[in-house]
């Protein structure tokens, strides 16, 4: 009876897990060597923040040697910025060589700045 008890309650830890941090996503992102963390990824299902779009910046950011913090880009993503837009945008700055900051660009994205 204890050992039905114990996988019952193992089942509904993997379930609230499974539903509030997706499992195979974070584990992309790991491997792709970007540090998400599961908390975050918590945080960002109760926030309503799509998981896809900010795991996939901060890889393609990751794979162009530009530092990002998830909890800076779910800020501007709640601010209503394009972060894919930006990232993008702050990338091609870099290799342009220009020193300009994500957190400048996603003001001037929101102030509607070309």
């Known amino acids: 009876m204890a050992i039905l008890l114990i996988i019952i309650i193992i089942l509904i ?15 992309e992102a790991k491997l792709s060597g970007v540090e998400p963390g599961i908390m975050n990824m918590a945080k960002m299902r109760l926030q ?4 896809q779009i900010i795991i996939s910046t901060l890889i393609k950011s990751h794979n162009s040697n530009l530092k990002q913090d998830v909890n800076e880009l779910m800020k501007a ?9 930006v990232t993008d945008t702050n990338i091609r700055a870099i290799n342009a060589g220009l020193d300009i900051y994500f957190n400048v660009l996603a003001k001037f994205y929101l102030a509607k700045v070309d």
């Open 77 to 85: 993503y709640l601010a209503g910025v394009n972060i894919e837009k």
């Open 48 to 51: 309503k923040i799509p998981h």
């Open 13 to 27: 830890i993997a379930i609230f897990f499974w539903y509030f941090a997706p499992i195979g996503l974070w584990y």
